[in-house]
Every structure is written in structure tokens, then in C-alpha cells.
């Protein structure tokens, strides 16, 4: 309610820390380029184990459902893992009708779709990609917004998502 710190555990230097959710008390956590996730006690933050990714080499956004999460790894690729052991089940490919969407990065699960920003791509949106089939359903253009980011002399990106539930 106030913003303020009430507990704080800091992450090996030798990781570069990236996609976080918060599913069945455990908060999962995956690094960039070191293939490794891990999960810690929601209530303590103690870490309780780490695990590999698999097939994705890297770890870009985290979200979940409430059953399942769902990785990017900077492709087009989505994967679904298991919130349990993390194992990565499936993935779709993020597409609109004429193109595959490349650089999918922080991800949000909104109403039953994955929303998700796109890495220093060319423009600056949001894509809202059904989960079940990797279909672009919407995009949320925020054209124009980086000019008004005055605290951030030369802003080169928008990077991250969030979404407030009322």
C-alpha cells in the first residue's frame, strides 16, 4: 500500500535478471542468457530451487494464467510451461495475417490474452496474442509516447508492460 520495501534479496551478479510472475505462492524468476529460472517462497523469498529452460535458450517475459506460464525468449515463440516444474510443454508463434512478430519480450495476462511489448522493434506497441494459437488479435499502438518521456533523456525503447486490474 505504500510503495515501501518490505523485503529484498539480490541476484548472483553473474545473472542478468528478467521475466517475473507470481503463481501458487512461488515466485518464479528467469535470468536472460544464463538458461535458468528460479523460484522462490512468496512469503519468505527464500529460493527453493532453479531450473533450465530446455529448448528456449534464453528468458525474456513471464505470466501465468493461474494454471500455467507462459515464456518469451525473444523469438516469435511463446512457451507454455508447466507451473509446477517450469518444464516447457509447447510454444505458438506470435503472427498477424501477413507477418510472424519477432522480439516478444515482457508479457501480461490480460482477460484470457497474453499481451506483450516487442523489443526495439519499429514501432511501439503492444500485440494481444491469443494463447491457444499465436494469433495477433489486437495491437495497442502507443505511437508518440517516448516523446513525452521527458525524464529519460534520450529514451531508445519502451520496454516492459504492466496492467492494472480494477
Same mark, same amino acid.
Given at each position: 500500500?505504500?510503495?515501501? #520495501?518490505?523485503?529484498?534479496?539480490?541476484?548472483?551478479?553473474?545473472?542478468?535478471?528478467?521475466? !517475473?510472475?507470481?503463481?501458487?505462492?512461488?515466485?518464479?524468476?528467469?535470468?536472460?542468457?544464463? +538458461?535458468?529460472?528460479?523460484?522462490?517462497?512468496?512469503?519468505?523469498?527464500?529460493?527453493?530451487?532453479?531450473?533450465?529452460?530446455?529448448?528456449?535458450?534464453?528468458?525474456?517475459?513471464?505470466?501465468?494464467?493461474?494454471?500455467? !506460464?507462459?515464456?518469451?525468449?525473444?523469438?516469435?515463440?511463446?512457451?507454455?510451461?508447466?507451473?509446477?516444474?517450469?518444464?516447457?510443454?509447447?510454444? #505458438?508463434?506470435?503472427?498477424?495475417?501477413?507477418?510472424?512478430?519477432?522480439?516478444? +519480450?515482457?508479457?501480461?495476462?490480460?482477460?484470457?490474452?497474453?499481451?506483450?511489448?516487442?523489443?526495439?522493434?519499429?514501432?511501439?506497441?503492444? #500485440?494481444?496474442?491469443?494463447?491457444?494459437?499465436?494469433?495477433?488479435?489486437?495491437?495497442?499502438?502507443?505511437?508518440?509516447?517516448?516523446?513525452?518521456?521527458?525524464?529519460?533523456?534520450?529514451?531508445?525503447?519502451?520496454?516492459?508492460?504492466?496492467?492494472?486490474?480494477?
Amino acid at each position: 500500500k505504500t510503495g515501501e #520495501v518490505e523485503n529484498k534479496i539480490d541476484l548472483d551478479a553473474s545473472y542478468f535478471g528478467e521475466g !517475473l510472475t507470481l503463481i501458487n505462492d512461488k515466485i518464479i524468476q528467469l535470468t536472460w542468457q544464463s +538458461n535458468t529460472g528460479f523460484v522462490y517462497n512468496k512469503e519468505n523469498m527464500e529460493m527453493e530451487r532453479s531450473f533450465v529452460y530446455s529448448q528456449s535458450k534464453e528468458g525474456w517475459g513471464l505470466c501465468n494464467d493461474g494454471t500455467q !506460464l507462459y515464456k518469451s525468449d525473444g523469438s516469435a515463440k511463446i512457451w507454455t510451461l508447466d507451473a509446477q516444474t517450469q518444464k516447457e510443454i509447447s510454444y #505458438v508463434e506470435a503472427t498477424t495475417n501477413k507477418t510472424i512478430v519477432t522480439k516478444i +519480450n515482457e508479457l501480461e495476462w490480460v482477460n484470457g490474452f497474453i499481451y506483450a511489448n516487442t523489443y526495439q522493434a519499429q514501432k511501439d506497441v503492444v #500485440v494481444i496474442i491469443n494463447p491457444e494459437n499465436g494469433a495477433v488479435e489486437g495491437i495497442v499502438n502507443f505511437a508518440g509516447l517516448r516523446k513525452k518521456v521527458e525524464q529519460i533523456p534520450n529514451l531508445d525503447v519502451l520496454n516492459g508492460i504492466q496492467y492494472h486490474l480494477q
